[in-house]
Nanobody, 126 residues
Framework: QVQLVESGGGLVQAGGSLRLSCAAS????????MGWFRRAPGKEREFVAA????????YYGDSVKGRFTISRDNAKNTVSLQMNSLKSEDTAIYYC???????????????????WGQGTQVTVSS
């Protein structure tokens, strides 16, 4: 498996921006589809975004479409999530996740992913 470490979370005012990063280590020679999920207090984990190994295919949750952008740099083994126009409802712990590329399972389901980071807190003040 690959080990994942998120960074970049913090406190930001509504309307502001943050950029989260996820650094992968371990079995990085394998190809992975990467995803971002979040869990808000009292809620279930929610799909945010996913990106294919090549970066050519991306998916977004309905609540973040047009505001968030997922990208990756395979040379640096990193995945990023640029978050713009943040809202108070974006407040959550954000998790990076990985699954071997080629999976037939849904990228939007957290059950698809076998490797997870520890999460980074994002708090948006209104």
């Amino acid at each position: 498996q690959v080990q994942l470490v998120e960074s970049g979370g913090g406190l930001v005012q509504a309307g502001g921006s943050l950029r989260l990063s996820c650094a992968a280590s371990g079995r990085t020679s394998s190809r992975y589809t990467m995803g971002w999920f979040r869990r808000a207090p009292g809620k279930e984990r929610e799909f945010v975004a996913a990106i294919s190994w090549s970066g050519g295919t991306t998916y977004y949750g309905d609540s973040v479409k047009g505001r968030f952008t997922i990208s990756r740099d395979n040379a640096k083994n990193t995945v990023s999530l640029q978050m713009n126009s943040l809202k108070s409802e974006d407040t959550a712990i954000y998790y990076c996740a990985a699954v071997l590329a080629g999976t037939l399972s849904s990228w939007t389901s957290d059950r698809t992913y076998g490797s997870w980071g520890q999460g980074t807190q994002v708090t948006v003040s209104s």
